[in-house]
Structure formats: structure tokens, C-alpha cells
Antibody
Framework: QVQLVQSGAEVKKPGASVKVSCKAS????????IHWVRQAPGQRLEWMGW????????KYSQNFQVRVTFTRDTSAKTAYMELSSLRSEDTAVYYC????????WGQGTLVTVSS | SYELTQPPSVSVSPGQTATITCSGD??????ACWYQQKPGQSPVLVMY???KRPSGIPERFSGSKSGNTATLTISGTQAMDEADYYC?????????FGGGTKLTVL
């Protein structure tokens, strides 16, 4: 089955880091890049970048380049998004997405940043 | 940075036609995609390459583009179509989403 399954909700304090996982089906992992998109409450979708699961190459949005790191574990067919120096404005649902046209989306991971 | 502009909201009566626009500089030279997002759910692709409908998306959804404006049209709008709609395009190897349009079916 073609799918993306993300890790569960997280609560973090300001200044901490969060790492969200996205387990992909074999088809997705070997065929497409995996993108990360976030959505703050009531806000638009915001693209964070992508990782090529095959070779590990990454592309980061300028808005996140300093604080975000994408990695992957090929044996687990899992991609990871780590965001550091969290602030309250990072409270959002984080999605992984893939496919030629973002055909496939994970269920989203709510990250709450609160002291 | 590149921007895509959508109207914040569109209202339509059931059975009528809803049109949602998306404009951007040189959008005419790019492909636009559209996503539907219902509350608490992940986005769903409803249109790609301006005018192509993915399998499983009802025929009442159609897409078009004129100049630098892409349009998503929903004919015979149903209550189930009430959602947020986002356009998306690529610009210089980055992905850009529009601000989203809340479609209300009154």
C-alpha cells in the first residue's frame, strides 16, 4: 500500500529541538523525494524542503535553512525532519508529502511549543 | 520570494459553480496544482498540471489557466466540497503554496 505514516504529537519547550519521522512505503521511498510541509494553526501550507531518499540530497527552504535538518534511514524506509531552536511560532502540524505532484501525504504531526 | 495570491474566501450556493483563482508572476510559464483540505485532514490533490484531474476526483472539478492566473472550478458544488483550497507551483526548484481559499457552501 502506498502511504506515509508519521510519528505522534510532540510537546516541546522553547529552545528545544524536535524530530519527526515519516515512514514510507517501499514504492514511495525508492521512487520519490520526500517533502516536508508545515501548517500553523489557521494558516497556509508552508513548504520546508525535501530529501532525496535514495542519495540523501536535500533542498531547504530559505525560511528554515538555518534550523532544519532532513535525514533518512534507508533500511527503515523512514525520513526524519529535525527542527531546532524551537519557538512558539513553530507550533504547527508538520506533514511529509511525496509523489510527482504531492499525491501522497502523511497524517500530520502536531508539534506544540510551549513553556 | 515568489508568491501565489488567492482570494481568502469564496461562497457558493449548493448546485452552483464555484471558481477559485490563483495568480502569480509568470505563473503562465509554470504548472499549477490544487489541493483540497478539510478541517483536521491532510491535503488532497484535486488538480495537477493546470487542468488534469487525478483518478478518484469527481468530474465536477476542473482546472484552467489564462495568462498568469490559474482557476479551479467546481461545477454543481456540493456541501462536501466545503474546504480550504490551496494552489501550488514550483519556482526555481522551490515549492510555493498560495495563501488558501476557504470555500463555503451556503
Amino acid at each position: 500500500q502506498v502511504q506515509l505514516v508519521q510519528s505522534g504529537a510532540e510537546v516541546k519547550k522553547p529552545g528545544a529541538s524536535v524530530k519527526v519521522s515519516c515512514k514510507a512505503s517501499a514504492y514511495i521511498f525508492t521512487t520519490y523525494a520526500i517533502h516536508w510541509v508545515r501548517q500553523a494553526p489557521g494558516q497556509r501550507l508552508e513548504w520546508m524542503g525535501w530529501i532525496n531518499a535514495g542519495n540523501g540530497n536535500t533542498k531547504y527552504s530559505q525560511n528554515f535553512q538555518v534550523r532544519v535538518t532532513f535525514t533518512r534511514d534507508t533500511s527503515a524506509k523512514t525520513a526524519y525532519m529535525e527542527l531546532s531552536s524551537l519557538r512558539s511560532e513553530d507550533t504547527a502540524v508538520y506533514y511529509c508529502a511525496s509523489g510527482d505532484r504531492f499525491d501522497y501525504w502523511g497524517q500530520g504531526t502536531l508539534v506544540t511549543v510551549s513553556s | 520570494s515568489y508568491e501565489l495570491t488567492q482570494p481568502p474566501s469564496v461562497s457558493v450556493s449548493p448546485g452552483q459553480t464555484a471558481t477559485i483563482t490563483c495568480s502569480g508572476d509568470k505563473l503562465g510559464d509554470k504548472y499549477a496544482c490544487w489541493y483540497q483540505q478539510k478541517p483536521g485532514q491532510s491535503p488532497v490533490l484535486v488538480m495537477y498540471q493546470d487542468t488534469k484531474r487525478p483518478s478518484g476526483i469527481p468530474e465536477r472539478f476542473s482546472g484552467s489557466k489564462s495568462g498568469n492566473t490559474a482557476t479551479l472550478t467546481i461545477s454543481g458544488t456540493q456541501a462536501m466540497d466545503e474546504a480550504d483550497y490551496y494552489c501550488q507551483a514550483w519556482d526555481s526548484s522551490t515549492v510555493v503554496f498560495g495563501g488558501g481559499t476557504k470555500l463555503t457552501v451556503l
